[in-house]
């Protein structure tokens, strides 16, 4: 068991990832602390701890999380994820930047903002 006083907010979010990539969902709400709240930017949409795990364990076509760069401090971090899943035989890719504040070495509150990373941008728009 490991114990949570002892990770700093990036470590965390380290092992909420690695948590996720293995669909461990059983050891997801010990990541939580009991007042958690996740906020999606993108949809307006707020959980609660066992809400939120609900979604990610029932969350169709899910295959992978990476997470792919974490900054923070002791109780703070902001991490960028590729999530991948799949819908029918087409693979989709996602990107999601995760802001995470700890409480008791918990993760309390969460910020979401997810992208598709398959859509095109409009014509005119790409650099270079």
Do not use: K
Request: hydrophobic share 45%; charged share 20%; with cysteine.
């Amino acid at each position: 068991m490991w114990n949570a006083e002892d990770m700093d907010a990036p470590a965390v979010m380290a092992r909420l990832a690695a948590t996720i990539d293995a669909h461990n969902w059983d050891e997801l709400p010990s990541l939580l602390h009991e007042d958690f709240v996740c906020r999606y930017v993108h949809t307006g949409e707020v959980f609660d701890g066992p809400a939120w795990v609900r979604l990610n364990a029932g969350y169709p076509g899910f295959e992978h999380l990476v997470l792919e760069d974490c900054v923070g401090t002791d109780n703070r971090a902001a991490g960028r994820s590729l999530v991948t899943g799949r819908s029918g035989q087409q693979l989709q890719h996602f990107e999601v930047a995760t802001f995470i504040t700890l409480r008791n070495g918990l993760i309390a509150e969460m910020t979401e903002v997810w992208a598709d990373v398959d859509e095109v941008a409009p014509a005119g728009t790409r650099p270079g």
